[in-house]
C-alpha cells in the first residue's frame, strides 16, 4: 500500500552487526505491528506500538514509535542467523484492518 | 501459536474447479482473519469475521466466500478459481475487539493451473 512504507526490501548483515528496519507512514497511525516471518511459515508477532515516543524491546530487537507517530524502526543488536527472516509492519489506523508493509527480507552470515 | 490449524498445506488445483481451505483454532478467539500474500504485495485481507455467522469484506474479497458456522472453524471458499487466485493464504485470529491479529497459521499454499 503506497500509504505504508517499509525499507529495506532486503538486508544482507554480517553476523554481531546491527541493523535497522524502517516503516513510514503517509497518515497518523493509531498502532504500529511489527511481525517476522520464517519461510514456509506463519507470521510471529515481535512487539505492538500505540503511544507517540514509545519503544519496546524483545530480547535484542527493539522497536521505537515517533512522537508524530507516522514513523516506526525496528532494531536487531547484535543480529545472529536466528535473526534472520522476513520482518513486516503493520498499520493500524483505528479501522477493523491492518495494513501491511510489503516486508523486509533479512539475511545474516556468518 | 494459538492452536491455528490450516488445512490443506498445499495444494493444486485447475482453473475453473471450486477449493475450500479450512482454518481451525482451539483457542477460542473471536476474530479470525482470511490473509493472502503474494510478492510485492505483502499481505491482504480477503475476509474477516467477529463472531458466528458475522464477517465482512477485506480489501481483496472479489471471487471468495467464506463461511463460520462455529467459532473455532472459519472457511475460505474460491468458487471457481482462477490462476490470479495463486497465493499463500494465511489465516489469523485476534482474541477481543480493538486487538489486530496477533496469531497466525502457517499458511496454505495454493497454485492454480
Known amino acids: 500500500s503506497q500509504e505504508l512504507e517499509q525499507s529495506p526490501q532486503s538486508l544482507i548483515v554480517q553476523e554481531g552487526k546491527n541493523l535497522t528496519i524502517n516503516c513510514t507512514s503517509s497518515?497518523?497511525?493509531?498502532?504500529l505491528y511489527w511481525y517476522k516471518q520464517k519461510y514456509g511459515e506463519g507470521l510471529i508477532f515481535l512487539m505492538m506500538?500505540?503511544?507517540?515516543?514509545e519503544e519496546k524491546s524483545h530480547e535484542k530487537i527493539t522497536a521505537k514509535l515517533d512522537e508524530k507517530k507516522q514513523q516506526s524502526s525496528l532494531h536487531i543488536t547484535a543480529s545472529q542467523p536466528s535473526h534472520a527472516g522476513i520482518y513486516l509492519c503493520?498499520?493500524?489506523?483505528?479501522?477493523?484492518?491492518?495494513?501491511f508493509g510489503t516486508g523486509t527480507r533479512l539475511q545474516v552470515f556468518p | 501459536d494459538a492452536g491455528i490449524t490450516q488445512s490443506p498445506r498445499h495444494k493444486v488445483t485447475e482453473t475453473g474447479t471450486p477449493v475450500t481451505l479450512r482454518c481451525h483454532q482451539t483457542e477460542n478467539h473471536r476474530y479470525m482473519y482470511w490473509y493472502r500474500q503474494d510478492p510485492g504485495h505483502g499481505l491482504r485481507l480477503i475476509h474477516y469475521s467477529y463472531g458466528v455467522k458475522d464477517t465482512d469484506k477485506g480489501e481483496v474479497s472479489d471471487g471468495y466466500s467464506v463461511s463460520r458456522s462455529k467459532t473455532e472453524d472459519f472457511l475460505l471458499t474460491l468458487e471457481s478459481a482462477t490462476s490470479s487466485q495463486t497465493s499463500v493464504y494465511f489465516c489469523?485470529?485476534?482474541?477481543?475487539?480493538?486487538?489486530?491479529?496477533?496469531?497466525f497459521g502457517d499458511g496454505t499454499r495454493l497454485s492454480i493451473l
Open positions: 497518515k497518523t497511525l493509531y498502532g
Open positions: 506500538l500505540q503511544k507517540g515516543g
Open positions: 503493520g498499520a493500524d489506523y483505528n479501522t477493523d484492518k491492518l495494513i
Open positions: 489469523a485470529t485476534a482474541r477481543r475487539e480493538g486487538d489486530q491479529p496477533q496469531h
